[in-house]
């Protein structure tokens, strides 16, 4: 497995190397990664980086290999599972400084409850991602595949695949509570 530096979460990588950490993974199957995972991302100077803590996300949440909640926000004690096909992510990318404001912010927690869903929004698959075959989160309303690999016996290294970015976006999650199977 590749090796894991706990400072990388706050000091970042360049994108190649997050690319060939990333490469240097162990294949994951899909029921490996049921259960609820803590999330963080890895800075690589992408458009996203510095968006999802700034906004309260905390993890994803796999339920089973059809029950996934992609993203998990906490804001003022209550996690919430929110739909991702309601979130604005073309406006955060067109404008960044914007999206990065005191106000943006304040407005995404007043809506929250809003942007909330009990609903599954992604499934898991085995997807091959240049001739390996590991874990795939594929998310029902965006053009979003986010791909997985084990970096370390607790962690995992996801890459994000947005068809409106140019480069994946890098982040890791660490379990947060075991499979209930």
Known sequence: MAPWRDDWSRSGLTPASAEALFHQGVSVSPSE???????????????????????GWIGKRFRGL?????????????????????????????LPH????????????????????????????????????????????????????RISPTRLIGSMDFRQTRSPFFFTLVRRSPSAA
Request: proline share 9%; net charge negative.
């Open 33 to 55: 990664l049921i259960g609820e995972w803590r999330g963080s991302e890895l800075p690589t100077g992408h458009p996203l980086d510095g968006l999802l803590p700034l906004y």
């Open 66 to 94: 059809d029950e996934v909640d992609p993203l998990i926000f906490k804001h003022n004690g209550v996690e919430r599972a929110l739909d991702p096909g309601k979130l604005p992510l073309g406006l955060a990318l067109a």
């Open 98 to 149: 914007m999206a990065r404001t005191e106000a943006a912010v304040a407005a995404f927690r007043l809506m929250q409850p809003l942007l909330a869903t009990s609903a599954p929004k992604a499934r898991l698959r085995e997807v091959a991602l240049e001739g390996v075959v590991s874990a795939a989160m594929i998310y029902d309303d965006l053009p979003i595949i986010d791909y997985f690999r």
